[in-house]
T-cell receptor, first 118, second 112 residues
Framework: GAVVSQHPSWVICKSGTSVKIECRSL??????MFWYRQFPKQSLMLMAT?????????EQGVEKDKFLINHASLTLSTLTVTSAHPEDSSFYIC??????????????FGPGTRLTVL | QQQVKQSPQSLIVQKGGISIINCAYE??????FPWYQQFPGKGPALLIA?????SEKKEGRFTISFNKSAKQFSLHIMDSQPGDSATYFC???????????FGTGTKLQVIP
């Protein structure tokens, strides 16, 4: 099956620093990747949609200058949390959609990255 | 109109019993309805999905029932096992390369 990896799986950083999270599709090409954040005991909230080679589309209320997304290739998207603050502490999850084929609706999720900002 | 309402918020079922989780939507543009299973500290994993042209889909112990006229769909887990204890999210997606709207989640606990 399609596998999506994320790195790191967890990260602790000081307030004011920047953190980069990588999302990779390991065995398929993904034209579109999505970034979600999930607070404890809550649902996934879409932050942005990332298309390879173009600018990401951010959801309402998500600061694009704070959450920088780069989708440089069909297998890699990165999310950089700039000048992180404690309120940015959350579980960040990416997903990737298959480039072509029957399962064009299906998204495959990564294992998530736990960010803790001190 | 983009919401997907999910109930119950939490569910306790005895081993061997049937777990039922319900979802309702309003947006008639939705045409793909996946269910995801999420264990603590992990990303969601696709469990089963259905399109509105069928009323039921079964995969092993998991069944989706879909009522297009009522705009409701549900997940049934037959012979529930302790290993099924997880949070389940229903979701809905319009056609094409559109974003997924998630339900609020149901925390299922299967007790021995």
């Amino acid at each position: 099956g399609a596998v999506v990896s994320q790195h790191p799986s967890w990260v602790i950083c000081k307030s004011g620093t920047s953190v980069k999270i990588e999302c990779r599709s390991l065995d398929f090409q993904a034209t579109t990747m999505f970034w979600y954040r999930q607070f404890p005991k809550q649902s996934l909230m879409l932050m942005a949609t990332s298309n390879e080679g173009s600018k990401a589309t951010y959801e309402q209320g998500v600061e694009k200058d704070k959450f920088l997304i780069n989708h440089a290739s069909l297998t890699l998207s990165t999310l950089t949390v700039t000048s992180a603050h404690p309120e940015d502490s959350s579980f960040y999850i990416c997903s990737a959609r298959v480039l072509a084929g029957v399962l064009t609706n299906e998204q495959f999720f990564g294992p998530g990255t736990r960010l803790t900002v001190l | 109109q983009q919401q997907v309402k999910q109930s119950p918020q939490s569910l306790i079922v005895q081993k061997g019993g049937i777990s039922i989780i319900n979802c309702a939507y309003e947006n008639t543009a939705f045409d793909y309805f996946p269910w995801y299973q999420q264990f603590p500290g992990k990303g969601p994993a696709l469990l089963i999905a259905i399109r509105p042209d069928v009323s039921e889909k079964k995969e092993g112990r998991f069944t989706i029932s879909f009522n297009k006229s009522a705009k409701q769909f549900s997940l049934h887990i037959m012979d529930s096992q302790p290993g099924d204890s997880a949070t389940y999210f229903c979701a809905a997606q319009p056609g094409g390369y559109q974003k997924v709207t998630f339900g609020t989640g149901t925390k299922l606990q299967v007790i021995p």
